[in-house]
């Protein structure tokens, strides 16, 4: 049989932590992960670049057979996946699915907040884009009152330069952190709206008051993934459970590795892809 794995996209290496719960709540299914590590960051990107690049990538992995890609990335998440999803997958694949980060995110803060003042730390084009505040609004059944977001542009760079023990690591985060408690006082969920921030939590929570709930995407992603597949048995039955994951990257191999094995805690062994 030929096998049909769960893509997972991102445009660098934040969405192994994606990868990663995944792999926990799912062990037995087949995994193929694809980095777009030559054009990262996607964050200062336009929508339309962001738009481009996604598809691309999203086409790359239903050409490798994967009947359901996760776009384990905020910023295309926010500025690619409706577009995608909407105008491109009922031409090119109507029985596929593509999937985001977002909208998981965004119905886990709803089921928690008890005051529904949210907030949201992110990158420069996830902010911008909105996508929380509007999808907040949408879907939380009025049950979020207000959404205040903080751009973090230095917090990848730190990640995936490996500086997170550094004394700028600290100075950034603390400044982003105080800096959207300023924004709004009674705060009582704070949402790592990009999948490299779960490296920083340990900074993140000295600086985040203990009252206030800080979520991260990889575990709710993974939840609301079981429970898609639950729901959606036609795509279900089309994966193949081999329990393999292959790594794709379109930069050097060597260099994904090497930064791999920050976010995942073990040596992978990743092939370069062009499109």
Not at 100 to 124: C, F, H, Y
Not at 135 to 147: M, P, Q
């Amino acid at each position: 049989m030929k096998r049909a794995p769960i893509g997972v996209f991102d445009s660098g290496y934040g969405g192994l932590t994606v990868l990663k719960a995944l792999e926990k709540a799912l062990p037995e299914f087949d995994f193929l992960y694809l980095g777009d590590n030559a054009r990262t960051p996607y964050g200062t990107r336009s929508f339309d670049v962001v738009y481009e690049y996604t598809l691309q990538a999203v086409k790359y992995l239903f050409g490798q057979n994967c009947p359901l890609v996760i776009i384990a990335c905020n910023t295309a998440s926010a500025k690619a996946l409706r577009n995608i999803q909407q105008l491109d997958l009922p031409k090119i694949a109507p029985e596929n699915r593509v999937l985001g980060v977002i909208r998981p995110s965004v119905e886990k803060v709803a089921e928690i907040t008890k005051n529904g003042q949210v907030g949201v730390l992110g990158t420069v084009g996830t902010v911008t884009s909105d996508s929380y505040p509007i999808e907040l609004e949408k879907w939380s059944n009025g049950r979020v009152k207000s959404t205040v977001q903080e751009a973090c542009p230095m917090w990848v760079p730190i990640v995936e330069n490996n500086e997170i023990e550094s004394e700028g690591a600290e100075f950034f985060i603390k400044k982003n952190i105080q800096n959207i408690l300023r924004k709004n006082k009674n705060l009582d969920t704070l949402v790592l709206g990009c999948t490299h921030y779960p490296l920083l939590n340990k900074i993140i929570q000295k600086y985040v008051p203990k009252e206030i709930t800080i979520l991260e995407q990889g575990q709710i992603v993974a939840e609301k993934l079981v429970d898609y597949l639950d729901r959606h048995s036609e795509i279900k039955e089309k994966l193949t459970k081999s329990g393999i994951i292959n790594f794709l990257t379109t930069e050097s191999a060597d260099t994904f590795d090497e930064k791999a094995s920050l976010f995942l805690g073990r040596k992978v062994k990743a092939k370069k892809i062009h499109f």
